[in-house]
């Protein structure tokens, strides 16, 4: 939503063209979707926190020239047989990709209701074969896949509620939030610990990769000491994107899912060694330069989050795994990790203390032994 500064000028250029590319499409005059635009101009200055030094004519213009954008972003990623070998956007895939991105700033935002009523008065056929124009909301929800490996978001959209979505970080809100009737049981968070993935895995856990894909998926097995999280990509936008759905559920969210599982990470992410183990396991994609990214990711982020303990989702998972850690024999195992194997040669010198010791013993036994059998003139 920023507009005319220098460097944004070769973006508003791809904007205009992308405008054309919309009207021509859907074989519509551009007085159509302004009439709309304008009906709307009071609800959607109310929508934008900041005021814009426009006048009437050029705040429409924006608003149709960006919806226009948006609009054709969506139906591109969607319908591939849309884009054009010589596509400003599309033929050049860093570009697209820190779009993809982009479009999810909270500062970026376009109502969402705007976008709605331009995309119902497009006349828009997808195909020969298929004359269907989908929902705005199916475009939407297969964008948001493509964007963030997100296998993540439910592909069952009959679950949630759709009806009052602010914008497109609402809706990615919405989409990997769990239902309410999915949430766990409430429980109060004693101490907000647990150790790090790899005093767990010191500790006897074994780590699975979990069969369903919804980032809140995190499950821990205390009779087995398996602890099951989704598998998920970490990109160098991450975590721009995590940070705008922070804030936006701090602002206007009902719940605490995001900001909980940025504190389940940290707790549990705290070294690269953490983060290598989790790679191994297949339960991190890491696409940045080193683990040390993904650790420092998390530490990051958990300087924005807020902590709720009687409505910490994580809560029951992080007192099982506590519990687990707790018992005497998992309290010698991570001891005995951390004391004595900490350095490559240290299982070698404890092997060979023991023999030395077990040496000794039995050579003092059998001195005792001869001293006795000596004594009472056994031979």
């Not at 331009?118 to 297969?142: G, T, W």
């Not at 205390?222 to 160098?236: A, D, H, N």
Request: glycine share 2%.
């Amino acid at each position: 939503m920023h507009h005319g500064t220098d460097k944004l000028m070769p973006m508003e250029a791809h904007k205009r063209k992308y405008l054309q590319e919309f009207l021509q499409r859907t074989n519509a005059n551009v007085n159509d979707y302004v009439r709309i635009i304008k009906a709307n101009e009071d609800k959607l200055c109310n929508s934008f926190a900041e005021d814009f030094d426009l006048s009437s004519d050029e705040f429409v213009k924006m608003i149709l020239v960006d919806a226009a954008f948006i609009i054709e972003i969506l139906l591109k990623s969607k319908f591939r047989n849309l884009q054009s070998r010589n596509d400003r956007i599309f033929a050049k895939p860093w570009m697209i990709a820190d779009i993809m991105f982009d479009v999810c700033l909270l500062e970026n935002q376009l109502p969402f209701f705007i976008l709605e009523e331009l995309f119902a008065e497009a006349n828009i056929s997808m195909s020969s074969r298929d004359n269907n124009k989908p929902p705005i909301i199916k475009l939407i929800h297969a964008f948001a896949k493509d964007m963030w490996d997100f296998s993540k978001i439910d592909d069952n959209l009959d679950n949630k509620c759709f009806d009052r979505v602010e914008h497109l970080v609402d809706f990615l809100s919405i989409c990997l939030v769990p239902s309410e009737s999915d949430r766990p049981k409430k429980t109060r968070l004693g101490t907000l610990t647990t150790q790090r993935v790899t005093v767990l895995h010191q500790a006897g856990v074994k780590f699975k990769r979990a069969s369903k894909n919804s980032l809140f998926e995190i499950k821990f097995n205390y009779r087995s000491g398996t602890l099951e999280i989704p598998c998920f990509q970490v990109v160098k936008e991450t975590e721009l994107l995590f940070r705008n759905l922070l804030a936006f559920e701090q602002c206007h969210g009902s719940t605490n899912c995001i900001n909980d599982f940025v504190v389940l990470f940290n707790l549990l992410v705290k070294t690269p060694k953490d983060v290598d183990l989790l790679v191994d396991f297949g339960i991190i994609k890491n696409w940045l330069p080193d683990s040390v990214g993904v650790s420092t990711l998390f530490q990051s982020l958990v300087k924005e989050t807020r902590i709720i303990p009687e409505d910490f989702y994580f809560a029951g998972l992080v007192e099982d795994m506590n519990r687990y850690c707790s018992t005497p024999w998992h309290r010698l195992k991570i001891t005995w990790s951390g004391i004595y194997f900490k350095h490559p040669w240290a299982i070698v010198s404890v092997v060979a203390a023991n023999i030395i010791f077990l040496l000794a013993l039995i050579q003092s036994v059998c001195s005792v032994i001869q001293v006795v059998f000596m004594k009472f003139g056994v031979k």
